[in-house]
């Protein structure tokens, strides 16, 4: 495949455009879908990140801020991809393998995990398992540990998508433990995270009736990229032992912590784990190695009946020969891990955060001081006034009525208070560039003219049950092309993306609301 430079001295892909304009599966009737494929629908329809990164990814020209992602690699990988020991095909690759994946993989995991990690003994590959993603692995453990209707306990804010990874078909529940930017006594900073108010929450849910089964937590942090002390982990670990409860710790950022001075404390680093048969470690290749499109999510459990649990499930979330070989590859090959692949990617993630920081400063926009992440916790309480979460989704409209997509505190991280957006870096130097003008514009109009509502539209949303098929395809071909007519980014770098097509914009935003259920996080 070949690359084009973009500006920074960024390889991207030469097929590469803004956003991919698709006309989704709509099916004027749900008449064909049992009930329940429809109330998966409706969930997955309510998780906010789903449905907002559907919309940024079907409209042409949005900068995508919201989505995860590190796409500042791409030409790092172009090349060893094409490394000829990568390119091998061998036979059994093609045929069935262990369905937890295949034995050299898992070897290959087990010595870069007890490498990278610090682990405090060697891994056994015997106890790694591998599917296609994190999220999904989420979903065999939660489902291995608990039954419907049964809770975990997550602190929040925190990365919206777990709600339907855990959710979706385990069916569990998530209790928050909530973290507010008001510091509680022993607090040393906003959303400060402590044992103690896990402890509380876990004894106000069960006095509730609630069945709690265990605690997930992300470390580091998704949206706050704090990065959490052995003592806060161990302090943790001992709550959890004295109540019986499970510790999945989704460390899946571990390597993308671009802070030199910043220590990282693994759970597997601890030499004495209280309850080692309820702690499992879920970490993927998605963010620390920049591959979301690969789907590999691995789980590190000393626990046999949940490594059988997961194994009797994981039928249904394999990943292809090919791939675990690739992955093989890269995980092995140590000298570029740390010549070539770490320090660059460090370096380049600096450098953006650091423009997007200084932007934003310039904004008179705090934001929170996080060693790890691919993101900013940003606080835009000042331009949202009054300061209410219906005002959020309000800034957030503007946002994307100008082209560029952040997700917003309440809806994408269940966050208790509203003015906090979560803002990706991570992203093609141009896109950083046009992104943050438009942010710009943005908080201008709404210094000199206040946050005003949009206008509402008179008529009535349609809902998928009173839309017809050839309507809905009609209008978003039509707005397809009215999009595609207004020109590239590159073109409308100091003009209102939204003033081009405002009729087919509002259109497709009411469109939008008839659908249910796409978009990832």
């Given amino acids: 495949m070949g690359s084009e430079v973009g500006q920074g001295g960024i390889d991207r892909p030469k097929s590469f455009n803004m956003a991919v304009v698709e006309k989704p599966q709509i099916v004027g009737s749900q008449q064909f879908i049992s009930d329940r494929a429809k109330q998966i629908c409706k969930a997955r329809g309510e998780i906010f990140l789903n449905t907002a990164a559907g919309r940024a990814w079907r409209i042409k020209g949005i900068v995508d801020f919201g989505v995860s992602e590190n796409k500042l690699m791409f030409d790092v990988f172009e090349k060893k991809l094409a490394e000829p020991k990568i390119q091998t095909l061998a036979p059994h690759m093609l045929f069935y393998d262990v369905m937890a994946g295949n034995l050299r993989f898992r070897g290959a995991l087990a010595e870069f995990l007890t490498e990278r990690l610090n682990a405090a003994k060697p891994l056994d590959p015997k106890n790694v398992r591998v599917c296609n993603g994190a999220g999904p692995m989420m979903e065999l453990v939660a489902s291995s540990i608990g039954d419907p209707g049964d809770c975990l306990m997550m602190p929040m804010p925190c990365y919206g998508g777990v709600f339907w990874d855990v959710g979706g078909r385990a069916e569990i529940n998530v209790v928050p433990v ?7 006594e022993g607090d040393t900073m906003p959303f400060q995270l402590t044992a103690k108010k896990i402890e509380d929450t876990y004894n106000k849910a069960t006095a509730e009736g609630k069945k709690i089964v265990g605690i997930l937590l992300i470390n580091p942090h998704n949206p706050l990229g704090d990065i959490y002390s052995a003592e806060l982990i161990m302090d943790i670990l001992n709550v959890c032992h004295r109540h019986s409860l499970h510790v999945i710790m989704d460390e899946i950022y571990m390597m993308s912590i671009f802070d030199t001075e910043a220590k990282f404390t693994s759970v597997l680093s601890l030499p004495n784990i209280p309850d080692p048969q309820r702690v499992h470690l879920v970490w993927g290749f998605a963010k620390d190695f920049c591959m979301s499109g690969m789907r590999c999510g691995v789980l590190y459990s000393v626990n046999e009946a949940v490594n059988k649990a997961v ?48 932007k934003l400063s310039a904004l008179g926009i705090p934001v929170r001081k996080s060693p790890s992440g691919l993101y900013i916790w940003a606080d835009f309480r000042k331009y949202i006034q009054p300061l209410t979460p219906e005002n959020e989704l309000v800034l957030f409209e503007k ?58 539209d008179n008529a009535e949303a349609p809902t998928s049950a009173d839309v017809k098929e050839e309507s809905l395809e009609d209008l978003l071909g039509l707005l397809q092309g009215r999009i595609s007519s207004s020109g590239w980014l590159e073109e409308t770098r100091t003009q209102n993306w939204a003033t081009q097509n405002p009729e087919a914009l509002e259109q497709f935003k009411q469109a939008m609301k008839s659908q249910e259920g796409f978009g990832d996080k």
């Fill in 178 to 184: 909530h973290l507010t930017s008001k510091m509680e």
């Fill in 311 to 358: 194994d009797a499930l994981i039928y249904f979330n394999m990943i292809p020969g090919p791939i675990q070989h690739v992955l093989t590859e890269i995980v092995l090959d140590k000298e570029w891990l740390d010549n070539v692949f770490i320090p660059t990617k460090y370096s380049r993630m600096r450098e953006a955060r650091s423009y997007m920081c200084d």
């Fill in 399 to 456: 946002f994307m009525d100008a082209g560029v997509y952040l997700t917003p505190g309440i809806e994408a991280f269940n966050c208790g208070e509203p003015g906090f957006f979560r803002m990706v870096f991570t992203v093609y130097r141009d896109h950083l560039e046009v992104g943050m003008e438009r942010i710009a514009a943005v908080l201008k109009d709404c210094a000199e003219n206040g946050l005003t509502k949009p206008q509402a």
